[in-house]
């Protein structure tokens, strides 16, 4: 079945880094173009990054842009999202998207010092 496993979340200082993986299977992953979405609590869900099937094409939120990378592997079906400079604003959990289809369960990201 169709499994999107996101890993790598946690507790950061305001700054810091973090990177983020989503594992894909049960699909073929490198046909469809992969986002990063994040909700935080009592907000609804904010689309951060997308990158296209062959990885060439990026694009992203003018709140992250500069900070954020998005990248994938189609050898290994993963998806990344290096996170750069977080910002307690960027606390939220992180789900990535196999677009439009397949969801994630998310992995949860919080700045604070």
């Known amino acids: 079945q169709v499994q999107l496993v996101e890993s790598g979340g946690g507790l950061v200082q305001p700054g810091g880094s973090l990177r983020l993986s989503c594992a894909a299977s049960?699909?073929?992953?490198?046909?469809?173009?992969m986002r990063w979405y994040r909700q935080a609590p009592g907000n609804e869900r904010e689309w951060v990054a997308h990158?296209?099937?062959?990885?060439?094409?990026?694009n992203y939120a003018d709140s992250v842009k500069g900070r954020f990378t998005i990248s994938r592997d189609n050898t290994e079906n993963i998806v990344f999202l290096q996170l750069n400079n977080l910002k307690p604003e960027d606390t939220a959990v992180y789900v990535c998207?196999?677009?439009?289809?397949?969801w994630g369960q998310g992995t949860q990201v919080t700045v604070s010092s």
């Open positions: 049960g699909f073929t992953f490198s046909t469809y173009a």
């Open positions: 998207n196999a677009w439009p289809n397949y």
């Open positions: 990158i296209s099937r062959s990885g060439i094409a990026t």
